[in-house]
């Protein structure tokens, strides 16, 4: 019913930039929040960036200052743009929001598939 596609990952240098989308498809009603979290090999999944419906941002401290995410709602679409990148931001990329569909009336959290994102030093 809800499909959270994400793109844009790949192999970058220290220092380089990277921009990831993820488009939510399907029989959506209203989305409310849209998120990025990242999991590096041995870690547990962490919270990078937040946004909500009406615009409230939050970001790991760890990225503050360099990741900036955004979203059209128009599009049902959230972006992460990611400068300065380091080593240690090396992880899949995972997309979530929290919506509403059409066919369920309730609040869910989804996921997408995830990207990965390698920052070779």
């Known amino acids: 019913q809800v499909q959270l596609v994400e793109s844009g990952g790949g192999l970058v240098q220290a220092g380089g930039s990277l921009r990831l989308s993820c488009a939510a498809s399907?029989?959506?009603?209203?989305?409310?929040?849209m998120a990025w979290y990242r999991q590096a090999p041995g870690k547990k999944r962490e919270l990078v960036a937040a946004?909500?419906?009406?615009?409230?941002?939050n970001y790991a401290d760890s990225v503050k200052g360099r990741f900036t995410i955004s979203r059209d709602n128009a599009k049902n679409t959230v972006f992460l743009q990611m400068n300065s990148l380091k080593p240690d931001d090396t992880a899949v990329y995972y997309c979530?929001?929290?919506?509403?569909?059409?066919?369920?009336?309730?609040?869910?959290?989804?996921w997408g598939q995830g990207t990965q994102v390698t920052v070779s030093s």
């Open positions: 979530n929001a929290g919506l509403v569909t059409s066919t369920t009336w309730s609040l869910y959290n989804y």
């Open positions: 946004t909500t419906s009406g615009g409230t941002t």
């Open positions: 399907g029989t959506i009603f209203s989305i409310n929040s």
